[in-house]
């Protein structure tokens, strides 16, 4: 999009479109709810931080900030694929909308100093390239005290289509090894560290021990990250989607990451809204279906 036409959206005082990290445009919000970052590159979400508050989102001081290279932290968006494409390692890991240029659709105020962005990607050559179908994401993106992310997808193709997707949300927390997840207790679970296996989370909630990577399938519960070292809480509620994943690199795989500080693991936790492995969902063509989170802080 060129700099005019987003200009033309522009709100006066709570919405405007700059140069972030790397050059990369973003919509920075300043209302007298909220401030956030929301980078075109990926549709991404970096920042979000509620008056009164320090940041919800974790954002890794070594991420990139480069077309065709996702971002570390904030909320990537993952489509059509969650992880590692089956049967294709050299395919892109979480899918390729992390990877490119979204253009904003739409930006208004929702009722008194709610901002609500709508980002969008269409299927186009690249792709295309990558994957089949024709499709058109919408990210609707609501910036107030809380922080609702709606990811929207439907079928523009002829055929059906069956696809992964995440808000894969890095919360921020002053310790994790302090942390604890409510919401997953008794809840079955695919150990990613375990070569997959079905495990069941005991019925207390979840801490931080080592490296954590869990996809719970089939649960629609509302978590919440209690960061005592912090002394806030963060809920995640959702609908729409019936994975939620977690996961904390801990210490050998963060000093494996290029794009992640081998010291900043222990300030985040990822408690991500997905639908995802066997949650996967089949769209008819002209179909859609949406996905929401909602992130909301407490004491
Ligand atoms: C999580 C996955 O969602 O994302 C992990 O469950 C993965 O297995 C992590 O390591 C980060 O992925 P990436 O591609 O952003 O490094």
């Known amino acids: 999009m060129t700099p005019d036409a987003l200009r033309s959206l522009e709100i006066p005082g709570l919405a405007r479109f700059e140069s972030g ?43 990139f900030f480069e077309n065709g290279r996702p971002i570390r932290g904030g909320v990537p968006v993952c489509f ?68 609702t992310m709606m990811l929207e997808v439907e079928n523009t193709s002829r055929e059906p289509f069956t696809y992964e997707a995440a808000l894969h949300t890095y919360l921020a927390v002053a310790d994790a090894r302090a942390a604890t997840i409510t919401g997953l207790e008794n809840a079955p679970y695919r150990d990613k560290t375990d070569g997959l296996q079905t495990k069941v989370q005991p019925a207390e909630p979840l801490r931080f021990t080592g490296e954590t990577d869990r996809m719970f399938e089939n649960t629609r519960a509302t978590c919440t990250l209690h960061d005592s070292a912090g002394a806030r809480r963060i809920t995640v509620e959702k609908s729409g989607s019936a994975t939620t994943v977690v996961w904390n690199p801990w210490i050998e795989k963060s000093a494996a990451m290029k794009d992640f500080a081998d010291d900043e693991w222990p300030r985040m936790a990822c408690i991500e809204t997905a639908n995802a492995g066997t949650d996967a969902i089949t769209l008819a063509p002209g179909a859609k279906h949406a996905m929401r989170a909602v992130l909301s802080v407490g004491k």
């Open 21 to 63: 990290p790397g050059g990369l445009t973003r919509l920075a919000v300043t209302t007298p709810l909220a401030e956030a970052h929301v980078c075109l590159h990926g549709g991404h979400v970096t920042h979000f931080q509620p008056r009164g508050q320090s940041p919800v989102l974790f954002l890794s001081a070594r991420s």
């Open 80 to 147: 059509p694929w969650f992880g590692p494409r089956a049967g294709q390692p050299d395919a892109p890991a979480h899918g390729f909308a992390r990877l490119l240029p979204w253009e904003v659709e739409s930006l208004s105020i929702d009722g008194e100093h709610i901002v609500l962005a709508v980002l969008r990607l269409a299927a186009n050559d690249e792709t295309r390239a990558h994957w089949p179908h024709d499709f058109v994401l919408r990210h609707h993106i609501v910036i107030g005290q809380r922080l």
